[in-house]
């Protein structure tokens, strides 16, 4: 009954019932208390409240959905809002039950929760793969989600990943005898799920900062990788008086356990010019293990950041990777500065068009605002084809430089108009391959219109806006006439 007998050609996306929302983290006591003031300011009067702390596993956020206590559908998060259907595999996983455990079960109940590989099960697949050689995982997160993504569900089965549940929807108004997220954790167990016994009830933040404390200790001896702590009021009707911001619930936050910092030498200082025409200052270095990965590059963030650090080629810097952020360079130590260095003076001309580039006063970004600017169009088209835009499979950052350096496009319009015999002949190119991106790049015709409102990359138009602009004007045309005020009158835009 787990294993299904044919592998998936492909996953199909899912929008989720209710979307899976990211948490805002916190790096400090300061931070947390902030966010305690934050919440409380937000009510007319402070209630009586208790905080719900759970691990922090580092895995891949997963929706369960069961339908008269049966298992019908297992979800990734993806972007929150559309996720892909992996029923198949979430099978596999034995610590999720194929049927609830309770005798009358509610008509639909969607669990939430977070899957992962134990690491010694992580330490053994990079083992094997070694054996064969192939490319080792990063991390345990990036395996388990790979694993997830796995289209034969027979490997999947071979990977013990596991599931820690952690939210509990119940659609029917049956949610009303559960008013605590304690009980919450409590009922799943009984319904048969893995629910992580280290959990605790707390009255204070004093009391979350000692438990925070207490794992940063404990959680070395744990068989599975966690980054932080979650801190939850407990009472769901605060949860509900308190809701969300565009990203994350405002009833809860993630205590992180601080970033991995390691040193290492400044070999370059490149600028990288994106899809918006700013320009990022990086330092490339020598290659470092950070957090599980090969790091070799860093972000400077910006001119005033350079200048500030006053960064040199051949300098020793610390270089910290916090999560799925790109690694920054946090420190210079310039005791160890080596003699004849010059400070690095950001570039005035674009490196890729040489126009001259611009400084808004009161920004921080330099930009590049040639609009022909090859970057520009590279970054625009990269953004036009990715996943959460409007999907166009095979399209990534070789053949986009390609197109460009071949003169066949100098706009993302003109995508629509490349033949097969265009695209085969180009470098490392054939016809099958042509007429596989010909035929991708037509069905992105077929996106929906708030997929290719955020392809369209216009400022402060991310995934959730898109959507959101979407759903309010039911066309493109609707949005080119929208006024300032009826755009400022939508919930979420403000
Ligand atoms: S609650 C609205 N609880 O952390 C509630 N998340 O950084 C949001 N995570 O996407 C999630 N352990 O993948 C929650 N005990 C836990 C968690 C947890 C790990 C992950 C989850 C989420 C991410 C946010």
Redesign the pocket.
Known sequence: QRVGDQPASQFTSVKHNIP????E?AFNSEELAKWETRWQRQLKAIPEFTYVC????????IALTYENGILVRGAT?GDGITGEEITQNIKTIRTIPLKLNIDHPPSRVEV?G?AFLPLDVFEGINQERTKLGEALFANPRNAAAGTLRQLDSKIVAQRKLNL?A??LHIDDGANEDIKYQWDSLELLQEMGFLV?PNRKLCQSLAEVEAYFEEWDIGRKNLPYMTDGV?V?LNDYQLQQKLG?TQK??RW?I?LKYPAEEAPTIVKEIIVNVGRTGAVTPMAVMQPVQLAGTTVQRATLHNGDRVAELDIRIGDTVIIRKA?EIIPEVVQVLTELRPSGTVPYKMPTNCPECNSILVRPQNEAVTRCVNSSCPAILRGSIIHWASRNAVDIRGLGERIAILLIENNLVQSVADLYSLTVEQIANLDRMGTKSAENLVRAIAESKNQTYDRILFGLGIRYVGRVNANILASNFPSIEDLSQASFESIEAIYGIG
């Open positions: 899976l929302y990211s948490l983290n759970e691990l922090k596993i580092d895995g891949s956020a998060r939430r977070e820690f952690y939210t992580n979650v939850k969300f994350f619930p809860a993630a999560g």
